[in-house]
Structures are given as C-alpha cells and as structure tokens.
C-alpha cells in the first residue's frame, strides 16, 4: 500500500508512554509497507524519545518544541500536531486512547474533516485496506470499521497491541519543526501530582481493583500489598471511590478509566455493568466475592468465594514464596 503514517506519541514526565509503542505497532499492522513518521511535542528533552520512538520502528520523527508545549493543553498541541499535519500530509494518523489522545484527536480531525475511529483494539486486512476492531455497548460487542475516503484518523487502546522489539540497530531522521505556539486561552498555572506507586493504572499488565466490598480505606491496604508483590497496580469500582475509600483517579469502567491487563483482580466488587464495561476485556480475570451469586463470576475466568479480608492477605502470602 505505501502509505505514509504520523504516529503521535506520547511521554510522561519525560519518558515515552508505552502506548506509544503500540501505535507504531499499529501502523505496521496498517501497512506493513508505509512509511512510519513519529511526532512529539514537549519543550525540552525530544531527542531521547524521538530516537527510542525509531527504536520501536518509527523511520523518522519530526519534533516540535515550544515553552507552550511543556503541559498539555488541546489549544497549544492542537496547533503544533496542525502544522506537522500539514507538512507531511499522511495518509493516517494513529495516536493512543489516553486521556490526551480522547481530547485532542476529535479536534483534529473537526478540523481536518476526516474521519476517526476511536479506541480501536486491533486492526485487519480486508481487500489490501484496513479494518479496525472496537468494542461497543460496553465491550459487550465488536465492530469492524473502515474509512472508505480521505485521511483516516485513528485511537488506539492501550495494552492491546504488542509493540515491537527494541532494535536499536535501527536508524532514522530526526527532525525539527518549527511551530510558533501561540493565542493560547488555557494557561496551566500549576500542576498537582497525585503521589504513584509507580504504576501506570491504564498500562498496568496486573490489576488488583477494590470495591464496596472493601469497607473503608484501611481496608484498600492489603490490595496495595497484593498489587506490590505483583508488580501492579490498584483500581477501584465507582461504589468505592463514592464511598471515599479511594480517589476518583482509581476508577475503573464505563464512567472510568478503561483497561486491558494480563490479570485483573476483582476483590468485592459486585460486577456491574458499568464496572465490566472498563475492564471485561483483561486477559484473565480473578473474582474475590463472599457472594457466589454475584455478576463478577460470570465474567470471571477464575472466582474465589470467601472472605476478602482472609483471602487477599493469604494470596500475597503464598505469592511472595514464589
Ligand atoms: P457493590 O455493588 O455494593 O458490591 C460490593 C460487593 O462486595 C458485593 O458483591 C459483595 O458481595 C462483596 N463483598 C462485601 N463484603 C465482602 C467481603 N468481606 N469479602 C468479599 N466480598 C465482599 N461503577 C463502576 O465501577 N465504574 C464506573 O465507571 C461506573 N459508571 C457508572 C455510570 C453510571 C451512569 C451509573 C448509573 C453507574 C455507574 N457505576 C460505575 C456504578 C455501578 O452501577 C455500581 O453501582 C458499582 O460498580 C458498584 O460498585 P461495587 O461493585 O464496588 O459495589
């Protein structure tokens, strides 16, 4: 096909997102033949990223650095992916389902009045063009979707598609463009970090997730334990983070963040609809529930009925003998 394929990555607090991987991933699965451009913006500190991003199979990376592009704001990268659009007219445009790849990709593609498919989870070949995989009704279903003209414009779901190797025999232009970021209406006066185990709760490859069923805050500790011996992180049902056990930041599902990790841990959380939609899609799911009639066993590949308070200590327990 040849196509040409601006992958928009994405960094954080100066290291590149793993989801910026999975996107060049994606384009190589759109055209195993095109012509990979990567693109970041930041104020400082490009070249690092832009040379793993050719590591991770980008064939050049077009950089665009202003003061106005230390934060993120739709405005000032809105602008700066504009130009670079504009310079390099690509045929596709893939970018990560983050928080900044939700609100900044409408925009763009408004205003390049193309198409854009959303959170897509894979993608196929059908008759030489690409198919895109997403789920809809709440990951209860799939759809296929194509965009039959025009520039197709493309959210990728994190942890889904598996980027490829680190070569760092790989080579590549870096370049610089030239983007003068201004008639900026957001100013971001400062920036509160919530304090992080570490674990990026929308990558994490393991998730222990409370619920109700928790009862309080102190009762979220032993699931931090669990996360740490696994090297995961902690979720949360919207029922435990209404009840103040836990920051909204946790939240997992329909009114959440969505997550696709290797092994999802459920521990009293009764499986609501609206908590499934975040999470039915991990790859193995774990269900803790003194209730045996509770919904999490239906989506559950392994269930656990008991007391979460006895079980969860003695699951961190066994796993730290490993
Ligand atoms: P509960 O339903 O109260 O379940 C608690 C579970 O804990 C029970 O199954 C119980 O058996 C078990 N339990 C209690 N004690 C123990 C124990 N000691 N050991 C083991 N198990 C125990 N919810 C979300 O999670 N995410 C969303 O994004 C979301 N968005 C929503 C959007 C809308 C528009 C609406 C209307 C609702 C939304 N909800 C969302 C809320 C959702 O409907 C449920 O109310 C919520 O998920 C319930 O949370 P829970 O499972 O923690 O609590």
């Given at each position: 096909m040849g196509q040409k394929i601006l992958v928009i990555g994405e960094a954080r607090d100066g290291v590149l997102r793993n989801v910026t991987f999975e996107a060049i991933a994606a384009a190589k699965k759109i055209d195993t033949d095109g012509d990979i451009v990567g693109m970041l913006c930041g104020d400082e500190g490009l070249t690092d990223q832009a040379q793993e991003m050719i590591y991770h199979g980008a064939d050049r990376v077009v950089t665009v650095s202003h003061k106005n592009l230390k934060e993120y704001t739709s405005e000032a990268y809105g602008q700066a992916i504009m130009a670079v659009v504009n310079d390099e007219s690509p045929d596709t445009i893939v970018m990560g389902h983050t928080a900044i790849g939700k609100d900044v990709t409408p925009k763009i593609a408004s205003k390049l009045e193309s198409g854009l498919i959303s959170d897509a989870t894979d993608i196929e070949t059908q008759e030489d063009k690409p198919v895109f995989i997403r789920p809809i009704y709440s990951g209860k279903a799939f759809e296929k979707k194509a965009i039959t003209s025009g520039l197709t414009f493309v959210t990728i779901r994190p942890n889904n598609i598996k980027p490829l190797e680190r070569d760092t025999s790989r080579s590549g232009e870096v370049s610089t463009k030239d983007v003068d970021v201004k008639d900026i209406h957001t100013v971001i006066k400062d920036v509160i970090r919530k304090a992080s185990d570490g674990v990026d709760l929308s990558e994490a490859n393991v998730i222990v997730a409370g619920g109700r069923g928790v009862k309080s805050e102190d009762g979220f500790k032993p699931l931090y334990e669990l996360a740490e011996v696994l090297g995961g992180a902690v979720g949360a049902s919207r029922g435990a983070c209404d009840a103040e056990?836990?920051?909204?930041?946790l939240q997992i599902g329909q009114t959440g963040k969505v997550v696709t990790p290797d092994l999802y841990i459920a521990v009293g959380i009764s499986g609501a609809i609206q908590h499934l939609a975040g999470m039915s899609n991990a790859k193995v799911i774990v269900a803790i529930n003194?209730?045996?009639?509770?919904?999490?066993f239906n989506v559950a590949d392994y269930g656990i009925v008991g007391d979460l308070f006895e079980v969860i200590p003695a699951l961190t327990e066994e796993i730290k003998k490993v």
């Open positions: 056990y836990c920051d909204y930041s003194k209730d045996p009639e509770s919904n999490i």
